[in-house]
């Protein structure tokens, strides 16, 4: 199963939800954690496109 983890603010990026991620990503093979607080490069064009690609989209 294809996750993508959207990250909004540095503050939800707590140790429980990296833990989370974690365990997820040792079960799925394609897993992508997007931390949207990092830039502003960030192309919403693509991530609209990555959005639909993965099976499950979590935001924290």
């Known amino acids: 199963m294809k996750n993508l983890y959207l990250i909004k603010e540095e503050s939800g990026f707590t140790d429980t939800v990296r833990e989370l991620i974690e365990a997820a990503t040792a079960e799925d093979n394609d897993t992508l954690v ?7 490069d960030i192309d919403y064009d693509i991530l609209i496109d990555k959005i639909f690609y993965y099976d ?5």
């Open 34 to 40: 997007v931390k949207l607080y990092e830039g502003e």
């Open 56 to 60: 499950k989209v979590i935001c924290f």
